[in-house]
Structure formats: C-alpha cells, structure tokens
C-alpha cells in the first residue's frame, strides 16, 4: 500500500480469501484493504496515539439519514457526553480533494453538528472547525488534541 503522510503504524494484515484484509481496532474485525480504507485506518491511529481521542470515543463507517437520504459517515469522535465534536472524511490518495468533498462533509454536519472537520485523502489533510454563528468553518493547522 502507498505511503501515506501520516507517521508510520502498525497494522494486522492478512490475506482472506486472496484479498488482503486489514483489522480494524474499532470495528474489532478485518476488512477488505481498500486504499480509503488504508487511510481510514490511518486516520484513526491518528487521532488515538497523535490527538489523545479515546477509542471509546471513536465510531467509523456508520449510517445516517440526511434529507431522508442514507449516508455513511467515514470516523466519528464523540465528547464524552454525546456531543459529536469531529468528523472525517476519507478519501482514497488518488483522489483529488475538492469543494465537492467539502460539500459533502458540511451535508453530513447539518445532521451531526460537529465542532470539528477534517477532510484527508493521506496525502493531504485539512482542518477546519465549525462557527455556527457565522454559519462558516474556518480552516486550521492542525487539529486540536483532544
């Protein structure tokens, strides 16, 4: 798999039937190595051992409606009363990163209302936290430890 811009992890890796597979400490099962899910697995090593994010605290790929639309969101961090305070947004590191996939993050935050965003392909990462007085989002550096 490519090198992303991430620092280096470990990872179980397996072949299952002819395909390799990659477990995932969330879902605490293998899953079919795809390159977005490379780096979602990347991503979330992320925000455990580089943000202080709790795996408690942690949920990937699950659904949600929007506009009666179901969706799948990618990694989700919870604060510890509920409250979701980022979600991410994954992306293979071929794909290019565009104001389509911002478009569809600020979509999944209309039902979440997040405080934070992060948008990565592995290669690029951008970060952006929420104002919702101004109806914005204002890019940052890094994202904040949890």
Known sequence: MQKLNFPEYSFKLKSKENKPVIFSILRKKYLVLTPEEWVRQHCVRFLIL?????????????QIEINGILK???????????????????KAPKVTITQDTFDQIARYNMALKADYLMITNGINHYFCQMDYNKETYVFLETLPSY
Do not use: H, M, T
Not at 50 to 62: A, I, T
Not at 72 to 90: H, M, W
């Open 72 to 90: 799948r969101y990618d990694v989700v961090a919870f604060s510890p009363n509920g409250k979701i305070n980022l979600i991410v947004e994954c």
């Open 50 to 62: 580089e943000k202080n994010y709790s795996k408690d605290l942690l949920n990937e790929e699950r």
